[in-house]
């Protein structure tokens, strides 16, 4: 499903024309689309049905409350990697017994938020924690839930700053360990081991890494039961691909196909934390042209859209479809190949740094002071990691349904950018 398709020479979102919403909200704009944010969470559900699967979205992705409401409605439960992320499920009115708690670094305060929200289970990933959230635990005279993340020792082939499941990385604890920290769970009065975890990094376009992980889950699985554990959850974390390009990420359907065997085998409920594969390509980026130059050599474009805004580019070399909002050359299929009737230009933002860049040498047709650009797959791990360097207020954001559009969060202010400070 496209939720953002040109029809006679204008990008619509749904049935709504995004450069009216630029005028309208200004710019830089995120616009996402409510149908197709729905239709990639059913896609997963669906595929994974057979396994009674619950779907954890990944709050990191994108936080935006009535995204969470929309998908909480939509019987998505979370998973949150911050105290912050679980005030946030919980302000947007959704279930935290279905909330599962990752991260490397839970401090106690979190712990005891997330055991006094009742959320599913922590997913640990250190014997330290172990210990703080048992103590905490103690305190409170409850139990807590908690699943281990193993290190599988598995390269997912991702970027080196989105792996996460090859050994030597910071998430989890060895998975050669497991048995002597389910043993420790088992010893101990305030802990209850329901399953595991294992999250392999990010965007992960093949099926490989998946099979392997779901395959040591059932072993591991079947080890703990023979040693006395009560475990009946494998959680195999989010990560899914998503297509920035073309069509280059394979469907839920092709995941479930080599995760779902192994569950079954281990008769275990599946837990997963999809993202980027629900929300990425449920948004764009909205900007304007403010100038182009030539110099160096070189064709600029400048647009009001930064790496304050979407820092992916410099963070990650990621690439991201860029096109005009109203071209008057077609939208190719293939964007990195050369284009009639285009030159090759660099996008970059106004921010004072040389890494401030959306796009290097791309192909695109010659723009205009004022005309608006469309940064596609912007859904995911862009607001959320949007900050105000250089005094960059924060673009808004609007949710459209069909016909109708809707400003989901307002555009920050000169005074909201100095409104935590104080003069003596
Ligand atoms: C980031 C993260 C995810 C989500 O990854 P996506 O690529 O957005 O699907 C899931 N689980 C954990 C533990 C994460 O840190």
Redesign the pocket.
């Known amino acids: 499903m496209e939720a953002f398709q040109y029809r006679d020479g204008e990008l619509y979102c749904e049935n709504v024309s995004v450069k009216r919403l630029a005028e309208e909200y200004g710019t830089p704009l995120w616009v996402y689309s409510q149908a197709k944010l729905l239709h990639e969470f059913k896609a997963i559900r669906d595929a994974f049905a057979e396994a009674d699967p619950v779907i954890c979205y990944?709050v990191?992705?994108n936080s935006n409350l009535s995204i969470l409401e929309l998908l909480g409605q939509a019987g998505s439960s979370f998973?949150v990697?911050s105290g912050g992320e679980l005030y946030r499920v919980q302000q947007a009115g959704a279930d935290p017994t279905k909330v599962v708690f990752?991260?490397v670094g839970k401090t106690d305060g979190e712990i005891r938020a997330a055991l006094e929200a009742n959320i599913l289970m922590f997913?640990v990933e250190s014997e330290g924690e172990l210990d703080a959230i048992s103590a905490v635990a103690a305190e409170l005279g409850c139990v807590a839930p908690v699943a281990l993340?193993l290190n599988p020792d598995i390269d997912a082939k991702t970027h080196a700053k989105?792996t996460?499941g090859k050994r030597g990385n910071k998430?989890g604890m060895d998975i050669e360990r497991h048995n002597e920290l389910a043993a420790k769970v088992l010893a101990d009065p305030h802990l209850e081991l329901r399953g595991i975890?294992m999250?392999l990094g990010?965007?992960i376009l093949t099926t490989d890494p998946y099979e392997a992980a779901a395959k040591k889950a059932r072993d591991v699985v079947r080890q703990l039961r023979a040693e006395g554990h009560e475990t009946n959850w494998i959680n195999l974390?989010?990560?899914?691909g998503l297509s920035y390009k073309g069509d280059e990420a394979p469907p839920a359907s092709t995941y479930a196909e080599v995760i779902l065997p192994y569950v079954r085998e281990a008769e275990c409920r599946l837990a997963l934390?999809?993202?980027?594969?629900?929300c990425g390509n449920a948004g764009v980026l909205l900007s304007q042209v403010i100038f182009t130059k030539h110099e160096g050599g070189k064709q600029f474009v400048i647009q009001d859209a930064a790496m304050n805004d979407l820092v992916r580019p410099a963070m990650y070399d990621s690439f991201h479809r860029i096109w005009p909002v109203a071209p008057r050359v077609p939208a190719p299929v293939d964007y990195e190949a050369e284009i009639a009737g285009c030159q090759p230009v660099d996008v970059v933002g106004p921010v004072c740094e040389s890494g401030d860049c959306l796009a290097k040498n791309r192909w695109l047709p010659e723009l205009h002071r004022g005309e608006y650009l469309s940064t596609f797959s912007a859904g995911?791990?862009g607001t959320v990691m949007s900050s105000n360097y250089n005094s960059r207020p924060r673009g808004a954001e609007v949710l459209v349904d069909g016909e109708n559009a809707r400003l989901i969060r307002r555009r920050e202010t000169y005074d909201d950018l100095i409104a935590a400070e104080r003069l003596a």
Not at 237 to 240: H, R, S, T, W, Y
């Open positions: 990944s990191k992705a998973d990697v990752a991260g997913n993340r989105t996460t998430f975890h999250h990010s965007p974390g989010g990560g899914f934390e999809p993202g980027r594969s629900i995911a791990y």
